[in-house]
Structure formats: structure tokens, C-alpha cells
């Protein structure tokens, strides 16, 4: 389907912007930058940006260890995404002059117990069904990698190829890049996406995604922790450690400026409060799995919210019915790690109004007609 009114005889050079992108997280600030490199004149359309999941996020860039049972679409789209990042960041932080805090030391995927390994290895097992690039390993092996890592973990695996980046530089860092290359922020807000003049418009607006466009978009509520090493240094392991501690999900993301994020709880809510009992889960398997955490200084707890989807899969494609607006969003747990793909295969979308093959899964279409939709005639 062409994206009306956005060709190569509408681009900077007319009155106007050609594309407003509604939402100025990540996925927003990409798709941002994406299009103005390519000649278009672009605004985003957020009263505050940043406010968003994308400061909230730990920043994992994970295909292996989030590819999940009966996700086939979605796990092809997260390591066609990652293959894009080494590239997007060095293109990125020389747009910008900005340390991203991308780093490729890999995951480890570890079991605290039995029944927790069991899990490992069942993951590990699909994951390597696929084809994806995850190796199984014993303690020993483990502990050769990170001796950081408590000694009565059982077991687990390590994917190589899961790497993380700091949302907190990455975001400042697109809006740089988009700004230099001639994107606008404009900071009122989008009651109705039939206010907007531009021919072509992009709702990035994470959980605010529903109220414009009527797509089932949902907040999906995570409390985080952040953490810091003591004495000013860097933490005492490398890699990011994810697993499961005596049956309780956890994530762990060492930062080289002594950061560490511990995360995440996933509910159904959208309230914002941080929990005791939330704090406690995360803190008792992330020092389970890593001993030293217990050492370090609790700086910082935070609950954000996800845009989730039915099927947990990001919408990305044109609007049924609004052929001039596109929608990218709904990426739940992956906005980090699918920026790069979704801002290329909308910016491309804009310019040539031809949809990339990798969008077709994840077509708004895909839902029933939208309803209670405010975007105006």
C-alpha cells in the first residue's frame, strides 16, 4: 500500500513538514532521524519526550534470550534488528557525538536450582531449534566466563550475540542526531491525529498508541531497580546475567560506569506505584545469582509501563483506512532492540510506499477493526 502524500516531490525543500511522528521516545527519535537523513522534513509531536518507557528500559539487545515459545515472527524480527545494531550505534554516535554504552560481552542465561536449569535448558533447547547462536554450559563453564556468579548456580547457557546499550545516552543521543539532521520537536500535545497537517503521520506513542488510533495497545507495567558499585568503580562482572533464581525471573545489566539494573516485574496494571514486595523479589534473585549485589548501593526504583500487544508483537504498517498514517509501536519488552529495524522499514516505507517483506506479521490490519478510535476525519 503507497503512504500518500509523502514522494519525491514532497520532500524538505516544500512548506511544511511531510511527516509528523507523534512520540518522542526511542522508536519515535529513530524513525525521526531515519526520515530526515533521507531528505524529508520532519516534527515530533511529544509535550515530553523521554517521559516514556524508554528511560525505564534496561537496554538489552536480546534475539536469543527473549525468543520465546510460539514468537517465530517476532524472534526473526528481533535478530534481523540486532544484526542492525553494530552499525546503527556507530552511525549513531558520530551523528551525535554521544558513548552510547553499547557493549558486546554477550549473555549468560543461568539456573539458580534444578527446576530452574530445567527452564534454562527447555528455553535453551527452542532457542537452538531455531537456529539462534546460544551454547549450552555447565557451572565450570559458567564461572570461566563471569566468577562473579554464585557457586550453587546449576547450569546454563550463553549467547553471545545478546548485547545491551544505556536508553538513558541512547535516547538524548537520536534526538541529537534527528535534530541536527533537521527534525523539529513540537511540544504541544495530540488530542486527535486529524489535528496534524503533515501528509504523512507516525504514531509512536507507545502506551498512548490506543487513544489515537483505537489499536488494542496496552501498558504493561514493570518495576526496576537500579543499583551502583561501591567505591566509584565498575561492577565486578561483565556480562549481562539473565535467569531464574529459585523460580523468580530476573535480569541483571552491569554498566561501565558502575551502574547495575536489576529488572523486571511484568503486570497487568497501570498504576505506578513501587512495591516492597516487588523490590524484594528482584533483589533476593539478583543477589542469588550474584552474591555481590548485596554490596552494593540501592539508587534508584522506577515502575514504567510497556506498550503491549494481544500477541506481544509490535504494530508497524499503515493504519486500516488512514493511508497517510502509519503506526509503529506496541513493542512491549523490545523498543530498544527493534528500533533500528522498525525507523529503517518505515522511513523506507515513507519514501517508497512499498512495505518491506518483514513487516507483513506485524501489520495493524492484523487486529479487529480499531475501535473507539479519536484520529479524526
Not at 5 to 10: E, H, K, N, T, Y
Not at 36 to 56: C, F, I, M, Q
Request: charged residues 20%; neutral net charge.
Amino acid at each position: 500500500m503507497r503512504v500518500a502524500g509523502v514522494s519525491s516531490a514532497s520532500r524538505s525543500g516544500d512548506r511544511g513538514p511531510q511527516v509528523a511522528v507523534v512520540g518522542g521516545g526511542v522508536v519515535g527519535w529513530a524513525i525521526a532521524w531515519r526520515c530526515a537523513v533521507r531528505g524529508l522534513s520532519v516534527t515530533v509531536h511529544d509535550p515530553a519526550p523521554g517521559s516514556g518507557a524508554s528511560t525505564v528500559a534496561a537496554g538489552m539487545l536480546a534475539p536469543v534470550a527473549e525468543a520465546s515459545f510460539g514468537e517465530t515472527a517476532l524472534t526473526g524480527l528481533l535478530v534481523a534488528s540486532a544484526a542492525r545494531w553494530p552499525a546503527f550505534a556507530a552511525e549513531l554516535t558520530a551523528a551525535s557525538g554521544t558513548d552510547l554504552g553499547y557493549r558486546t560481552e554477550g549473555t549468560l542465561i543461568v539456573g539458580l536450582t534444578g527446576d530452574d536449569l530445567t527452564e534454562v535448558r527447555r528455553l535453551g533447547a527452542y532457542q537452538q531449534g531455531l537456529g539462534l547462536p546460544v551454547t549450552l554450559l555447565r557451572p565450570s563453564g559458567l564461572r570461566d566466563r563471569e566468577p562473579a556468579l554464585a557457586p550453587r548456580v546449576r547450569g546454563g547457557a550463553f549467547a553471545a550475540g545478546d548485547h545491551q546499550v544505556d536508553p538513558r545516552r541512547l535516547l538524548p543521543a537520536l534526538r541529537t542526531a534527528a535534530e541536527r539532521a533537521g527534525a523539529a520537536l513540537v511540544t504541544e500535545p495530540v488530542g486527535r491525529l486529524g489535528d496534524l497537517t503533515a501528509p504523512a503521520v507516525v504514531v509512536a506513542a507507545g502506551c498512548g498508541t490506543a487513544a489515537l488510533t483505537g489499536l488494542p495497545v496496552r501498558p504493561v507495567k514493570g518495576q526496576i531497580l537500579r543499583l551502583r558499585a561501591p567505591g566509584g568503580g565498575p561492577p565486578g562482572f561483565r556480562h549481562v546475567v539473565r535467569g531464574y533464581a529459585d523460580g523468580e525471573p530476573v535480569y541483571v545489566v552491569p554498566r561501565s560506569d558502575g551502574e547495575v539494573v536489576v529488572g523486571a516485574t511484568v503486570e497487568e496494571r497501570a498504576d505506578p506505584t513501587v512495591t516492597a514486595g516487588a523490590v524484594l523479589r528482584l533483589l533476593r534473585a539478583a543477589v542469588g545469582l550474584l552474591p555481590e549485589l548485596a554490596e552494593y548501593d540501592l539508587v534508584e526504583t522506577t515502575a514504567g509501563f510497556r506498550p503491549g500487544t494481544p500477541d506481544n508483537a509490535p504494530v508497524i504498517g499503515v493504519l486500516p483506512g488512514r493511508p497517510g498514517v502509519l503506526v509503529a509501536a506496541g513493542h512491549h519488552r523490545h523498543g530498544i532492540v527493534l528500533a533500528p529495524v522498525t525507523a529503517d522499514l518505515v522511513a523506507d516505507l515513507l519514501v517508497t510506499g512499498i512495505p518491506d517483506a518483514l513487516l507483513a506479521p506485524f501489520a495493524p490490519d492484523r487486529f479487529d477493526p480499531p475501535v473507539g478510535s479519536v484520529t479524526g476525519p
